[in-house]
C-alpha cells in the first residue's frame, strides 16, 4: 500500500483539517438514533444558523458533499413545468443549469460570459420577459473562475416577482460573512470541504419559511427519497426517529469545524482570508504572472492564476506534488488548461501557506524558463501581510 503523504492542501477544496477537527472525528461511532446524537444535531443545526446567519428552522447538512447540496435545493423546489432562472459565470453555474432541465424545468440562462457577473438589471430584465418564474439561481463564489456574486440587490428583485433566491455557497460558506436572513436568499446550501474546513461529506443547507412553503405546496411529490428536506430537517430537529443513518463520525467533524468558526468569529474568519488572498495575489503580480479573476469581485479564499506562455499545466502541478507535496487546482470548463486555482481555505489560509505557495511557483517557474527575480513574489507578499 502506498503511504498517503499528507499533502499540502491548497487547490479549490478539500482543505486542510484542523487536527482538532480530525480529533472529534475519531470519538467513537454512534447511533443515528441515540437521543445524545440527535440532541447535538440540535446544536449543530444551531452552529449553522450561526454561519448562515439566519433563524430558519430548516438548517442541516445533508449527509453527502457539495452538489447533493446543490440537488437537495433544487429537487425540492422545482417541480416539471416550472420556470427557473440560473445565472452562470463558471462551471458549477453551468451544473446547475443542467439539473434544473433534468427535473423538467423550463430554464433560461442568464450569462455575460465565463468569469464575468450576472447583475440585478440582467436578473431584472430575465424576469420580466419571462411570466411566472419559481426561482432564481445563482452562485455567490464561483470556484471555478474566483468571481465573487453579491446577491441582496438581486434578492430584492426576484422577492418583487415572487419568485425564490437560491444560491450556492460551497466556497463562500465559513470564509466571509453569510447574511442569509438580511440578504433574504430563500435557499442557500454549502459543502464542508472548503473554508468551513472538514473533510468532505456534509453539505449544510438552509430554507427560508418561504421556501418552505413553496415545497409543502407542491403538486407532485419531491421526487427524491434521500434528498426530502423537510424529511431531514425534522429527522435533524428530533421529530423523526429515522431519515437515513446518519453519520456520527463526519457530523461530529462538522460540529467541531463551527464551533471554531464560532470562537474565531465571522468577521475575524472573513478577514483571514480578505488578507491572505491579498498577499498571494500581489506575490502572483510579482512574480509577473496575472490574476484572471475580475478586479472588484475577487475572492480572498480561492484565486485562479493565468498560466504563462509556454509553460505546462500538468508538468507544473505534477512537479508541485512531487517535490513540494502540495496540491493546487487546474482549471475547469472554459478555463480548463489556462488557469491554476490556489485555494486559501479554513485552516490552509495562513501566512505561511501563501509564502510557501509563492515559494514553490517562483521556484518551478524559473527552472521551466519564465523570467522572475527570485525572492519577489514573498517579498511583495511579506509587504502586504505586515
Ligand atoms: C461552487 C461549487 N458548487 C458545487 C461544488 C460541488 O461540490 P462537491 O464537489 O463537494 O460535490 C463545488 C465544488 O468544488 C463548488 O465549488
Redesign the pocket.
Known amino acids: 500500500m502506498v503511504e498517503n503523504p499528507a499533502r499540502l492542501l491548497l487547490g479549490?477544496?478539500p482543505s486542510p483539517v484542523d487536527p482538532r477537527v480530525t480529533q472529534a472525528m475519531s470519538t467513537p461511532v454512534i447511533g443515528h438514533m441515540d437521543p445524545m446524537f440527535v440532541s447535538d444535531l440540535g446544536n449543530t443545526s444551531e452552529l449553522l444558523r450561526h454561519v448562515f446567519g439566519t433563524k430558519n428552522r430548516a438548517t442541516f447538512a445533508v449527509s453527502?458533499?457539495?452538489?447533493?447540496?446543490?440537488e437537495t435545493a433544487l429537487v425540492n423546489v422545482i417541480e416539471p413545468g416550472d420556470t427557473v432562472i440560473v445565472g452562470v459565470s463558471g462551471f458549477?453555474g453551468v451544473?446547475a443549469e443542467e439539473l434544473c432541465r433534468r427535473l423538467g424545468a423550463e430554464t433560461i440562462v442568464v450569462s455575460n460570459g465565463f468569469g464575468l457577473p450576472v447583475e440585478t438589471i440582467d436578473i431584472r430584465s430575465a424576469l420580466e420577459d419571462s411570466g411566472d418564474v419559481k426561482a432564481v439561481f445563482l452562485?455567490s463564489?464561483?470556484?471555478?473562475v474566483g468571481l465573487r456574486q453579491p446577491l441582496q440587490d438581486i434578492a430584492e428583485v426576484v422577492h418583487e416577482f415572487d419568485s425564490l433566491l437560491i444560491s450556492?455557497m460551497?466556497?463562500l460558506l465559513g470564509g466571509a460573512v453569510v447574511k442569509v436572513d438580511e440578504w433574504e436568499v430563500d435557499i442557500a446550501y454549502s459543502?464542508s470541504?472548503?473554508c468551513i474546513g472538514t473533510p468532505?461529506g456534509s453539505?449544510p443547507i438552509t430554507f427560508s419559511p418561504r421556501a418552505v412553503e413553496a415545497i409543502e405546496q407542491r403538486k407532485s411529490p419531491v421526487p427524491s427519497w434521500y434528498l426530502n428536506a423537510l424529511e431531514i430537517s425534522a429527522y435533524w430537529a428530533g421529530e423523526l426517529p429515522y431519515h437515513h443513518t446518519c453519520s456520527s463520525t463526519v457530523m461530529y467533524g462538522l460540529k467541531k469545524a463551527l464551533e471554531l468558526i464560532k470562537d474565531e468569529g465571522l468577521n475575524n474568519r472573513a478577514q483571514r482570508h480578505e488578507i491572505h488572498g491579498a498577499a498571494l495575489r500581489s506575490g502572483v503580480e510579482a512574480m509577473g504572472l496575472s490574476v484572471a479573476s475580475l478586479e472588484g469581485r475577487r475572492l480572498g479564499m480561492l484565486t485562479p492564476i493565468n498560466i504563462p506562455e509556454g509553460i505546462d499545466d500538468k508538468d507544473v502541478r505534477s512537479a508541485l506534488l512531487e517535490e513540494y507535496n502540495t496540491e493546487i487546482g487546474g482549471g475547469l470548463g472554459d478555463w480548463a488548461g489556462k488557469v491554476w486555482r490556489i485555494g486559501l481555505m479554513g485552516y490552509g489560509s495562513t501566512p505561511a501557506n501563501v509564502l510557501h505557495i509563492l515559494n514553490a511557483l517562483e521556484h518551478l517557474l524559473s527552472e521551466r524558463g519564465h523570467k522572475c527575480e527570485r525572492g519577489s513574489a514573498t517579498a511583495a507578499a511579506t509587504q502586504s501581510l505586515s
Open positions: 479549490p477544496g453527502g458533499t457539495g452538489f447533493s447540496g446543490m458549477f451544473k452562485v463564489a464561483e470556484t471555478s450556492d460551497v466556497t459543502g470541504q472548503k468532505p453539505a
